[in-house]
């Protein structure tokens, strides 16, 4: 179980989503966060790893968890783009507002994705 406490920066995302995974692995944050750790949310048991993430729904959205704050969907792009040196649309969606005008079109795509894949959601 990781503490909210626990220095760095926790990304909580869907690996079977072709978008996330590569936002993910895109994103360069910036190296005075300390620790960054990735979890992909189906090789992870999320209950017993961060029992405070069973009131998120990964489905809506990737999860992070900096300083001891949880920062979901729009919030969870927004935070990974501000804290970035190098993400996909940085410029875009580190403005709050934009990246939460924009999220639900990325979770749409996100959905037909997974389904035309044959993919099922995160339980």
Known sequence: MVSDFEPGLDVIYDGECIFCASYTRMVRLRQSLGEVRMYDARQTDM??????????DLNEGMLVRWEGSWFHGAEAVW???VLS???PLRSLLARRNVARALYPSMRA???????LRGKRFLQ
């Open 79 to 81: 935070l990974l783009s």
């Open 109 to 115: 795509a996100r959905n037909l994705t997974l389904f």
């Open 85 to 87: 040196t190098r993400a």
């Open 47 to 56: 209950a017993v790893r961060f029992p405070e993430a069973r009131h998120y």
